[in-house]
C-alpha cells in the first residue's frame, strides 16, 4: 500500500468507515471496499503544458477521473455502493477539478469552458459519487468534497459541499 492509499485508508477510519485494502489483480479494480464504499485513491501530478485546450492539469483530473469511473463500473456494475474518488494533488487547485466535474470556470464564475474534450463524460459521471480532495497525504481533513448527492455528507462532516 502506498502513502496516498494508508492515509486515506487512515482518514475513512477516523470518519467510522472501514474500509479494505482490495487485492491487485489482472481486473481493473478500486484501491478499497467497505460495507457500503468503494474508494480509489489517485495521486494527480500533471505535466508542464501551454495553453487551456492542451493543459495537463485538466488532462491529468479528466483521465484520472475516467479511470476511477471505469474501476467502479468493473467492479460494481449495479453500483450498489457509494462510489468515492479520493485525489491528492499540491498542484492543482480546487477550480481544476470543479472545471472538469462541471465544464464551468468555477462555482463562483459559472461561464463554460468546457466542452466535450475536455470534460468528464456523462457515462463517466454516473459511476462516480463523490470526488475528495487532498493536497497531501499530511491532511487531516480534505480540503474540498464534490458530492452528487446530500447523503454523502455522513462520510466528510467536516467539510463544505457543492
Known sequence: MNI?????QKYFKRSGFSISKIPETNS??????????LVEVKQIIPDDAEGLGNDSTYNAVKNNLRDAARKF?????????????????DEIVRDDIYSVWTGEWSPEHKDRIFNGGMLL????????DAIVWFKNEADKAPR???AVSE?????FPEINHE
Open 4 to 8: 496516498t492509499e494508508d492515509s486515506s
Open 73 to 89: 463500473r468493473a467492479y460494481d456494475p449495479d453500483h450498489s455502493k457509494k462510489h468515492i474518488v479520493v485525489v491528492y494533488s
Open 151 to 155: 447523503d454523502m455528507r455522513q462520510y
Open 28 to 37: 481493473k479494480t478500486p484501491d478499497f471496499d467497505g460495507v457500503s464504499i
Open 121 to 128: 463524460s456523462g457515462d463517466h459521471r454516473q459511476h462516480i
Open 144 to 146: 474540498h468534497v464534490w
